[in-house]
């Protein structure tokens, strides 16, 4: 169990399903503007800065935008749990179907 997920209050995650679609987008967005935001602050801090610094800051504004496009399409790649396949018979016990219960259904 992961005890440091339950114990900041968060759900333990206990399957191998994949985040749905919007989540999955949502989270690149976010790290793609946090990638750009750090980029403006690069430049800007390359503008302010004095000349041995600058160019390192300039260049870290220009590296950053790849960085950032591949962050942003890293998607969830995780498989989901894998299906039986049809050739094996299950080994696994399974619910059948109930026999019918005789008997009538009395109106009040």
């Known amino acids: 169990m992961n005890t440091r997920a339950h114990a900041q209050g968060r759900p333990v995650l206990i399957t191998k399903a994949r985040r749905a679609r919007s989540l999955d987008a949502d989270a690149r967005n976010k790290r793609y503007l946090l990638t750009m935001a750090v980029r403006v602050a690069c ?18 504004a220009a590296v950053i935008p790849p960085i950032a496009v591949a962050l942003a399409n890293a998607v969830d790649l995780r498989r989901g749990p894998d299906a039986p396949d049809e050739d094996e018979p299950a080994t696994r016990k399974q619910l ?13």
Do not use: K, Q, R
Request: charged share 10%.
């Open 43 to 60: 430049f800007l801090g390359g503008v302010m800065s004095p000349t041995p610094w600058n160019w390192v800051l300039f260049i870290g």
């Open 96 to 108: 059948t179907a109930g026999g019918v219960v005789p008997g009538s259904v009395e109106d009040d």
